[in-house]
């Protein structure tokens, strides 16, 4: 039976797929194998039966990897695993600037013991919140991984011109972006036409 450590709160959905007459899955120590986020490993003592580290998540920041390397610890990580709720924050975060949804919101908190006049309040003030619609204006995308895809996809999809670079771009993100992204070859010739600019 192969013991699996989880250094952060990993979701029932992912750990309910281990067998388990093969996995015991729990947070306790001297384990076969890691499950971790974002806690940072680079302090932690890694036992001598430990064959495997799983980041869930992009990127091996938090672990070492180099000591892993010497120890002979199988490393790795999910890209995309989150990246549609990233895309998600992201687009939000777009539209929140653009539209000045949070001062609207903070506005509307001022009237709400207006009684009768709140309806002449807001059309007083509304147009201090319209802010600039996104359709139509340009948003450029540095990093067309997983979650750069996405955004560029989303963006496309209300009606955004969508400029993406990535020097790194592999051929299967490249199959998944939108057709109607551009690609260009460094940053500096993004920012000159962008409105918007997501990393």
């Known amino acids: 039976m192969y013991k699996i450590q989880t250094l952060n709160e990993i979701s029932e959905l992912g750990t309910a797929l281990f067998d388990r007459s093969k996995y015991t899955v729990s947070k306790d120590g001297g384990a076969d194998a890691v499950l ?31 000591k892993c ?36 919101v903070a506005w509307a908190k001022t009237v709400k013991d207006k009684g009768e006049e709140v309806p002449k309040l807001i059309e007083k003030s509304k147009s201090q919140f319209a802010g600039p619609e996104i ?6 995308v540095v990093g ?6 996405l955004v560029a996809n989303a963006a496309s999809a209300l009606g955004m011109n969508v400029i993406g670079a990535d020097p790194y771009l592999s051929p299967m993100s490249a199959l998944k972006i939108t057709p109607k992204l551009r690609y260009v070859n460094s940053v500096d010739e993004l920012y000159k036409e962008c409105d918007y600019v997501s990393f």
Do not use: Q, W, Y
């Open 36 to 66: 971790v986020r974002s806690a940072s490993m680079h302090e932690a003592e890694l036992p001598e039966n430990l064959l495997a580290i799983a980041r869930a998540g992009a990127g091996v920041n938090n672990i070492p990897t180099d």
């Open 69 to 104: 390397s010497e120890l002979g610890i199988c490393v790795f990580n999910t890209p995309g695993a989150n990246a549609n709720a990233v895309k998600e924050l992201v687009i939000a975060g777009l539209l929140m600037a653009s539209r000045k949804i949070t001062d609207a």
């Open 135 to 140: 359709k139509g204006k340009t948003l450029g």
């Open 144 to 149: 067309l991984g997983a979650i750069g895809t």
